[in-house]
């Protein structure tokens, strides 16, 4: 009996050293890797510090885009030894009601040792006085983050841009680059644009918790490094006047320096308060986001418009490089244009007789565009909109710039699957039809005037971190100064010629030239208003684009916001020394 006894004894220390050695072998040989990898991943936490964002300044320094301190309520988890007991004292301090703050608490809630919000965005005195009197609450603390700061609100809101919480492509396409899902990213404008510049490099720490998440001890600490500050060519006086006089309009206008290509102002109407993605109420975005207005077009270099009118200079261009017309050739405008059974009309019922370049540039006479567009055909249309940039980008340092549409046979037959007929040029010749551009092209066809055949590439920024950016001296184009005098000398006399379109863009003791423009825009809609030119007319410093959606006639509302924005510029001097 006894031997049975000792018997069985020895069987079941057998079988436990047995099932000892078996699960030993389990789980030190065959899951070795598996449990070596999570002790690993387990053991060791990293705590995100997120560095500041670079700040946006105008050319004088002053504050476009910055990052303020937010002050935030929080919690860190593991240090909370009641959590009804802590929640129901910030109730308390705070006068907010404990149901709220304990659903912020669980809604916010990560890890143990992750701050996790209560209350965000506390005005300063307010949080230093909560401070006070978290002494005796254990795991409360106020802590600071950096939160972006638009101080001008939508003055140049389309320039500067706005940023937002990180989108699924966006992490895709930029996760190599160190960002994460928790990262807030540039989401237009130069916040987009050099969104690698501004960002900055987040540093954080490295902690060693237990099994639960606690923290044990800190490992290592990486100091956040703040992104770098850029400025841009902006002024922001001038950008304010321009929001002022486009209040209430739907549009764009731009003020560029002539010999450099530096974005002096840049307007697209409406506009939005950037502040609102940042720490708006939810109900602002959705409204500006399903605005009909679309508010986050930036319509000065995405918007495409037919360009009436301000076209008919690079038709005049086409036609004197070639020597379709000459200083003399003049054509009859009787006020109406014969193709086949079609008329197309001038503006002036009456006509404008006989018109040379210079005059039919000064009246915009559409009866010898008629003509001269006929004699050129639209390849040469087409292949001297090139020649100024339409169809193309300007590479403006801007996301979203659009090439706009320069028509010609073959883009018709492969777009409308139509051929291209004798009327389309006519159409074509007073910048309608088909092609539409955008306000930063036309800008830069009327520089390329304005500096006799050059132009820069134009830009908003100009030093990252202190560093003045590097750009091509000049870009030459196939004029010469001699093929572009006459148009110059059209270009003066619409605005200082008591008959010229655009008197009322006229400056006292300023000579501007420049061009009108009413573009059509489908029917029983009003016509899109355009103005092209530049000052002063002899040796130009700046050139300036217009463009008023819907605005009627070019030589009402465009040359009138022109000349306001130039007598700005004259008395406020802007440019010069």
Same mark, same amino acid.
């Given at each position: 009996?006894?031997?049975?006894?000792?018997?069985?004894?020895?069987?079941?220390?057998?079988l436990?050293?047995?099932?000892?050695?078996?699960?030993?072998?389990?789980?030190?040989?065959?899951?070795?890797?598996?449990?070596?990898?999570?002790?690993?991943?387990?053991?060791?936490?990293?705590?995100?510090?997120?560095?500041?964002?670079?700040?946006i300044?105008?050319r004088?320094g002053?504050?476009?885009?910055?990052?303020?301190?937010?002050?935030n309520?929080?919690?860190?988890?593991?240090?909370?030894?009641?959590?009804?007991?802590?929640?129901?004292?910030?109730?308390?301090?705070?006068?907010?009601?404990?149901?709220?703050?304990?659903?912020?608490?669980?809604?916010?809630?990560?890890?143990?040792f992750?701050?996790?919000?209560?209350?965000?965005?506390?005005?300063?005195?307010?949080?230093?006085?909560?401070?006070?009197?978290?002494?005796?609450?254990?795991?409360?603390?106020?802590?600071?983050?950096?939160?972006?700061?638009?101080?001008?609100?939508?003055?140049?809101?389309?320039?500067?841009?706005?940023i937002?919480?990180?989108?699924?492509?966006e992490?895709?396409r930029?996760?190599?680059?160190?960002?994460?899902?928790?990262?807030?990213?540039?989401?237009?404008?130069?916040?987009?644009?050099?969104?690698?510049?501004?960002?900055?490099?987040?540093?954080?720490?490295?902690?060693?918790?237990?099994?639960?998440?606690?923290?044990?001890?800190r490992?290592?600490?990486?100091?956040?490094?703040?992104?770098?500050?850029?400025?841009?060519?902006?002024?922001?006086?001038?950008?304010?006047?321009?929001?002022? %006089?486009? =209040?209430?309009?739907?549009?764009a @206008?731009? #003020?560029?320096?002539?010999?450099? *290509?530096?974005? $002096? +102002?840049?307007?697209s109407?409406?506009?939005?308060?950037?502040?609102?993605f940042?720490?708006?109420?939810?109900?602002?975005?959705?409204?500006?986001?399903?605005?009909?207005?679309?508010?986050?077009?930036?319509?000065?270099?995405?918007?495409?418009?037919?360009?009436?009118?301000?076209?008919?200079?690079?038709?005049?261009?086409?036609?004197?490089?070639?020597?379709?017309?000459?200083?003399?050739?003049?054509?009859?405008?009787?006020?109406?244009?014969?193709?086949?059974?079609?008329?197309?009309?001038?503006?002036?019922?009456?006509?404008?007789?006989?018109?040379? %370049?210079? =005059?039919?540039?000064s009246?915009? @006479?559409? #009866?010898?565009?008629?003509?001269? *567009?006929?004699? $050129? +055909?639209?390849?040469?249309?087409?292949?001297?909109?090139?020649?100024?940039g339409?169809?193309?980008?300007?590479?403006?340092?801007?996301?979203?710039?659009?090439?706009?549409?320069?028509?010609?046979a073959?883009w018709?037959?492969?777009?409308?699957?139509?051929?291209?007929?004798?009327?389309?040029?006519?159409?074509?010749?007073?910048?309608?039809?088909?092609?539409?551009?955008?306000?930063?092209?036309?800008?830069?066809?009327?520089?390329?005037?304005?500096?006799?055949?050059?132009?820069?590439?134009?830009?908003?920024?100009d030093?990252?971190?202190?560093?003045? %950016?590097?750009?091509?001296?000049?870009?030459?184009?196939?004029?010469?100064?001699?093929?572009?005098?006459?148009?110059?000398?059209?270009?003066?006399?619409?605005?200082?010629?008591?008959?010229?379109?655009?008197?009322?863009?006229?400056?006292?003791?300023?000579?501007?030239?420049?061009?009108?423009?009413?573009?059509?825009?489908?029917?029983?809609?009003?016509?899109?208003a355009?103005?092209?030119?530049?000052?002063?007319?002899?040796?130009?410093?700046v050139?300036?684009?217009?463009?008023?959606e819907?605005?009627?006639?070019g030589g009402?509302?465009?040359?009138?916001?022109?000349?306001?924005?130039?007598?700005?510029?004259?008395?406020?001097?802007?440019?010069?020394?």
């Amino acid at each position: 009996m006894l031997n049975n006894r000792i018997r069985l004894i020895k069987i079941f220390v057998f079988l436990s050293f047995a099932s000892l050695l078996a699960a030993l072998f389990y789980f030190q040989i065959i899951r070795y890797s598996h449990f070596k990898s999570l002790s690993l991943k387990n053991s060791v936490r990293t705590i995100p510090l997120k560095a500041s964002r670079g700040s946006i300044c105008d050319r004088k320094g002053l504050i476009l885009a910055k990052d303020d301190i937010s002050f935030n309520l929080v919690l860190i988890p593991q240090e909370i030894p009641n959590l009804d007991n802590v929640i129901g004292r910030l109730a308390v301090i705070t006068g907010k009601p404990a149901p709220e703050l304990k659903a912020r608490y669980k809604k916010n809630y990560k890890l143990p040792f992750v701050p996790s919000d209560i209350i965000t965005d506390i005005p300063p005195e307010r949080a230093f006085a909560i401070e006070e009197r978290l002494i005796d609450v254990p795991g409360a603390f106020i802590w600071a983050v950096p939160k972006r700061w638009y101080p001008n609100g939508k003055i140049g809101s389309h320039v500067i841009g706005y940023i937002g919480k990180i989108g699924d492509t966006e992490f895709k396409r930029l996760k190599d680059y160190g960002y994460t899902t928790r990262d807030l990213v540039g989401k237009s404008g130069v916040e987009q644009y050099y969104d690698a510049y501004l960002k900055g490099d987040d540093g954080g720490m490295q902690i060693e918790v237990d099994s639960r998440s606690r923290e044990v001890s800190r490992i290592g600490f990486k100091e956040p490094i703040k992104g770098k500050d850029i400025v841009l060519s902006l002024d922001l006086g001038l950008q304010r006047f321009m929001n002022s %006089v486009f =209040e209430e309009k739907k549009g764009a @206008c731009i #003020v560029m320096e002539a010999k450099t *290509g530096a974005i $002096l +102002g840049l307007v697209s109407s409406p506009e939005f308060d950037p502040n609102i993605f940042v720490s708006g109420k939810s109900h602002d975005r959705v409204r500006v986001l399903n605005d009909k207005g679309h508010p986050l077009l930036n319509r000065a270099i995405t918007g495409s418009y037919p360009p009436g009118s301000t076209f008919k200079i690079i038709v005049a261009a086409a036609g004197i490089v070639t020597g379709a017309v000459k200083e003399k050739t003049s054509f009859f405008c009787d006020g109406i244009f014969e193709l086949g059974n079609t008329s197309f009309r001038c503006w002036k019922e009456a006509g404008h007789g006989y018109q040379n %370049v210079v =005059e039919a540039l000064s009246h915009s @006479c559409n #009866v010898f565009f008629y003509n001269l *567009g006929k004699a $050129l +055909g639209v390849e040469q249309i087409y292949k001297y909109g090139l020649y100024f940039g339409l169809g193309s980008l300007t590479g403006i340092d801007l996301p979203q710039e659009a090439k706009g549409t320069l028509p010609n046979a073959l883009w018709k037959r492969l777009h409308v699957k139509a051929p291209w007929y004798e009327g389309d040029t006519i159409n074509y010749s007073i910048g309608q039809g088909y092609l539409e551009v955008t306000p930063i092209q036309m800008l830069k066809a009327i520089t390329i005037v304005a500096n006799n055949g050059f132009y820069h590439q134009p830009f908003i920024v100009d030093s990252i971190g202190g560093i003045k %950016v590097t750009r091509r001296k000049e870009h030459n184009t196939i004029f010469k100064p001699e093929s572009l005098q006459m148009i110059r000398r059209g270009l003066y006399k619409c605005i200082n010629d008591r008959t010229g379109t655009g008197q009322n863009a006229a400056v006292e003791a300023m000579a501007v030239s420049g061009k009108t423009g009413t573009a059509q825009s489908g029917p029983l809609r009003p016509c899109h208003a355009w103005f092209v030119g530049y000052c002063p007319s002899e040796e130009p410093i700046v050139s300036m684009v217009v463009c008023v959606e819907h605005g009627g006639k070019g030589g009402e509302d465009a040359a009138s916001i022109a000349r306001l924005i130039t007598t700005y510029i004259k008395e406020n001097g802007i440019i010069g020394p």
